[in-house]
T-cell receptor
Framework: EAQVTQNPRYLITVTGKKLTVTCSQN?????MSWYRQDPGLGLRQIYY???????DKGDVPEGYKVSRKEKRNFPLILESPSPNQTSLYFC??????????????FGEGSRLTVL | GQQVMQIPQYQHVQEGEDFTTYCNSS?????IQWYKQRPGGHPVFLIQ?????EVKKQKRLTFQFGEAKKNSSLHITATQTTDVGTYFC?????????????FGKGTLLTVNP
C-alpha cells in the first residue's frame, strides 16, 4: 500500500530535549516536505527536499533541521524544542520532479507537545 | 513572499445547501491544488488545475481556475454530512523554486443534517 509513515504519532516532551520525527514514503517520490498545522494559521511549510541531499527552507524553518540521505526518508529534527513548537506536524511527498508540483501525499500527522 | 488567501474561514450550512470557498493569490500561479482534511485526519488531494479558466468537476464538486491564474474556487452542490471538513487551496511559489507549495488557511465547512 502506497503511504507516508510518520513516527511518533503523539509525543509529549520537555523544553530542550532533542527529538526526531521520522518520515518514510514507499512511493519512490523525489519531493518531500514538512508542514506544521496550528489553529487559525493553516498549513505552513517548514522544509522541503527536491531529492536526495537537496533541501531548502520553507516559510517557518527556525528551530528545525532536516536531512535527506535516502530517497525514502526525510526526518525532522528539533535540536532544542521550545513550547512554541507545540503543533501538529505533517510530512508529505510527491512524485513530481518538474516545475509543476504533483499531488501531495500526506502522512497521518504527529502531534507534538513541548512543556 | 507569496500569499494565498482563502475565504470564508468558516461556513456552516444546512444539508442540501450549496457551499463555495474562494482562494486568491498575490501572484500568478502555474497551477493550484485543492485538498480536503476531515476532522482529526490529514489533508487529502482533491484536484489540480493548470490552465487559465479551467473548470473541472468531481460529482458534486466544481473547481475553477481564474483567467488570470490568481484565483480559484471550489463549489459543492447540495452538501452532505460527508462533506464536513476543512478545504485548502495551495499554490507553488513564483520567482524561486516551484516546490515551495503555499497553502491557504483553509475553509472549515460544517453541515447540519
Amino acid at each position: 500500500e502506497a503511504q507516508v509513515t510518520q513516527n511518533p504519532r503523539y509525543l509529549i516532551t520537555v523544553t530542550g530535549k532533542k527529538l526526531t520525527v521520522t518520515c518514510s514514503q514507499n512511493m519512490n517520490h523525489e519531493y518531500m516536505s514538512w508542514y506544521r498545522q496550528d489553529p487559525g494559521l493553516g498549513l505552513r511549510q517548514i522544509y522541503y527536499s527536491m531529492n536526495v541531499e537537496v533541501t531548502d527552507k520553507g516559510d517557518v524553518p527556525e528551530g528545525y533541521k532536516v536531512s535527506r540521505k535516502e530517497k525514502r526518508n526525510f526526518p525532522l529534527i528539533l535540536e532544542s524544542p521550545s513550547p512554541n513548537q507545540t503543533s501538529l506536524y505533517f510530512c508529505a511527498s510527491s512524485f513530481s520532479g518538474a516545475s509543476n508540483t504533483g499531488e501531495l501525499f500526506f502522512g497521518e500527522g504527529s502531534r507534538l507537545t513541548v512543556l | 513572499g507569496q500569499q494565498v488567501m482563502q475565504i470564508p474561514q468558516y461556513q456552516h450550512v444546512q444539508e442540501g445547501e450549496d457551499f463555495t470557498t474562494y482562494c486568491n493569490s498575490s501572484t500568478t500561479l502555474s497551477n493550484i491544488q485543492w485538498y480536503k482534511q476531515r476532522p482529526g485526519g490529514h489533508p487529502v488531494f482533491l484536484i489540480q488545475l493548470v490552465k487559465s479558466g479551467e473548470v473541472k468537476k468531481q460529482k458534486r464538486l466544481t473547481f475553477q481556475f481564474g483567467e488570470a491564474k490568481k484565483n480559484s474556487s471550489l463549489h459543492i452542490t447540495a452538501t452532505q454530512t460527508t462533506d464536513v471538513g476543512t478545504y485548502f487551496c495551495a499554490g507553488p511559489s513564483r520567482g524561486g523554486s516551484n516546490y515551495k507549495l503555499t497553502f491557504g488557511k483553509g475553509t472549515l465547512l460544517t453541515v447540519n443534517p
